[in-house]
Structure formats: structure tokens, C-alpha cells
């Protein structure tokens, strides 16, 4: 019995090992199966581990073999209750047409600093594609140009009736604006500010209620796409097309509040949490989400500009 106590030992802490291994959590996945040769590949990691748990992830640019590397974007990491959330995105392009399976690898971990253990990433396919072009399009006969014979008359009738209605445009516009000229007044155009348009558009979300229907995506790509907007209207940048990290650099470079700034980041990162990863947020979350982008609005709406439209608006009302 004493021999063979230490073998069954050896195998209950295997056991515990290989439980605690099942909670280091890796998925990996494109944005599409399908590309074009030289289209861009948005390749994704994520991660879900127990806090306490030291995760190594790998030069994927090393692991990935049969794409060509572009670039890597940078890690988004939250934590929720006693769970690690990682997002790691990285863009590869092909530029030959074939099936490609990107490649499984693994992923160091360690629970206690010392006993390293790895966890594997699955495998993704997806198709690389050339433009189908028609083989036939270059040996087509060339046909000669069709001769339309001219009809002077018919061109000389057809000119002369659009010149009698241009003449009775203008002279029918003259007309009424002699008439009409004593009645007009003066108009001031006042336009809306984009402040103005994104609390609009912020109000109108809450008013659907989507994250409280279950509609946690939906909800989280409209709030993002008015703030987005925004951001184009009042900074003029194409915040629409930029990634996260972008347009934190162009709000930086526009002297905006580092209060707000960080507030930004922080409002961008979580959508993209759940846009990429998959991310189930917490009701508070979805609360937050809408009071940052009250928040944001607010702090970075241009003064000077609105002090402008209240002297119009008096404009207006006077007359």
C-alpha cells in the first residue's frame, strides 16, 4: 500500500493541473473566410484566464508562416470580477491565391511563477481569391462605329424649342422676383451644431432600449458610431475608418482634456470588447457606456461656436 501511495498522489495533482488548465480559455478567428489577394486579414486572439494566472503570448508574426505580417494593434486587457479578458489583433495580407489554414500554436501559462504549461490556439481556414477575369474580353471582334446620318432639320427644331424654354425660364424667373421683391425678407440660416446632432442621436438610443432587449452588439455599435460622427464633425478627422488607437492620437494632437481623452479610450475599448471578443457586459456597463459618451460630447463641444449660433438665432427672432 505504501508503494503505491505516492503514484496515486502524483496522479491526483496531475488531475488538479489539468482542471486548472481548462479555465486558460484561447480562441482565434478572422473577420472573414473569404479574401481577394492583397486583401487585408484581421486576425484576432482572445483570451479569458483566472486572475493570478501569468499568460504568454507569442510572437504570432513568427507562428503565423504563410501570411505576410502587416502589423500588430494593440492589446486591449480588462478584467471583470475574477476573470483576465485579452484581445490581441493583428492584420496579415496574402498575395497568391490558395487555401490557407492559419496554423495552431501554442501559449505559455503559469499559475504559480515556475511550472509552465501551454494551452493550444485552434486552427482557422480561410480562401484567398484572384479577381476572375473574362478570357474572352481580349479577342472580341472589333466592330466599326455605327453612322447615325444628321438631321439638320431635327437638330435645328430641337435647338430652337430649348432655346424658347430657356428664354421663358429666365424671363419667367425675372418676373417673379420684381413681383415677389417687396414680400421677401431677409432669412438667417442657422444649422445644427454636431454637439447639438450627437446628444440628438444619444437620446433617441436610450428612448430604444436595446441593451436592456438583449441587443448588447447592437447597442454598443450605435452608441460608438454617434461618438465616431461626432468626433468627424467637431475634429474633422475620419474617425469612421480610424482604429481605436488612431483616433486617441488625434485627439491628443488637438489639445483635448486628458480627463476626456481617457475617457475616450476607455468608452472605445469597451466596444471594441464586445465587438470582437465576444464580450458579455454587465448592466452597469451598459450604463456607464452612455453616461462616457454624455461625457465626452459635453467636454469637447466647441464654445465659441455655439456662442456664434445664439447671436443668429437672435438675428432671426428679431426680424
Known amino acids: ?28 478567428d478572422t473577420d472573414s473566410t473569404e479574401y481577394i489577394v492583397g486583401d487585408y486579414i484581421h486576425y484576432t486572439l482572445e483570451l479569458k484566464y483566472p486572475k493570478g494566472v501569468k499568460v504568454t503570448v507569442p ?19 480588462q478584467e471583470s470580477g475574477s476573470e483576465v479578458y485579452e484581445l490581441h489583433k493583428y492584420i496579415f495580407s496574402k498575395y497568391d491565391s490558395s487555401a490557407v489554414t492559419i496554423p495552431s500554436y501554442n501559449i505559455a501559462y503559469s499559475t504559480d511563477g515556475t511550472n509552465v504549461k501551454y494551452v493550444k490556439v485552434n486552427p482557422v481556414n480561410i480562401v484567398v481569391k484572384t479577381i476572375e477575369v473574362d478570357p ?9 462605329p455605327i453612322r447615325i446620318p444628321l438631321d439638320w432639320v431635327a437638330i435645328l427644331i430641337i435647338a430652337l424649342i430649348v ?19 417687396p414680400l421677401e425678407q431677409k432669412k438667417v440660416k442657422v444649422t445644427i451644431l454636431p454637439y447639438q446632432k450627437a446628444l440628438v442621436q444619444l437620446h433617441e438610443l436610450e428612448d430604444k432600449k436595446l441593451w436592456q432587449q438583449g ?20 475634429f474633422h478627422f475620419d474617425a469612421l475608418e480610424m482604429t481605436t488607437p488612431e483616433i486617441i492620437d488625434n485627439l491628443k494632437s488637438r489639445s483635448v482634456k486628458l480627463e476626456v481623452v481617457g475617457k475616450a479610450e476607455e468608452f472605445l ?3 471594441d470588447m464586445v465587438k ?7 448592466p452597469t456597463v451598459n450604463e456607464e457606456m452612455m453616461k462616457e459618451a454624455y461625457f465626452i460630447v459635453d467636454n469637447t463641444k466647441n464654445k ?8 443668429l438665432k437672435e438675428a432671426e427672432n428679431a426680424e
Not at 63 to 75: D, H, Q, V, Y
Not at 215 to 234: M, N, P
Open 1 to 28: 500500500m505504501r508503494r503505491i501511495l505516492p503514484y496515486i498522489l502524483i496522479l491526483f495533482i496531475t488531475l488538479s493541473l489539468n482542471l486548472k488548465a481548462q479555465n486558460v480559455q484561447v480562441f482565434a
Open 59 to 77: 510572437a504570432v508574426k513568427d507562428s503565423i508562416k504563410n501570411l505576410e505580417f502587416i502589423k500588430e494593434e494593440p492589446t486591449i486587457k
Open 136 to 144: 474572352q474580353a481580349d479577342i472580341q471582334d472589333v466592330k466599326k
Open 163 to 181: 432655346l424658347i424654354i430657356l428664354l421663358a425660364a429666365f424671363f419667367g424667373y425675372r418676373y417673379y422676383k420684381k413681383k415677389h421683391a
Open 215 to 234: 441587443k448588447i452588439k447592437s447597442y454598443h455599435s450605435e452608441i460608438t458610431g454617434i461618438i465616431r460622427d461626432y468626433f468627424e464633425d467637431r
Open 269 to 271: 475599448n469597451n466596444a
Open 276 to 282: 470582437f471578443a465576444k464580450f458579455q457586459p454587465m
Open 304 to 311: 465659441a461656436a455655439e456662442s456664434e449660433l445664439a447671436k
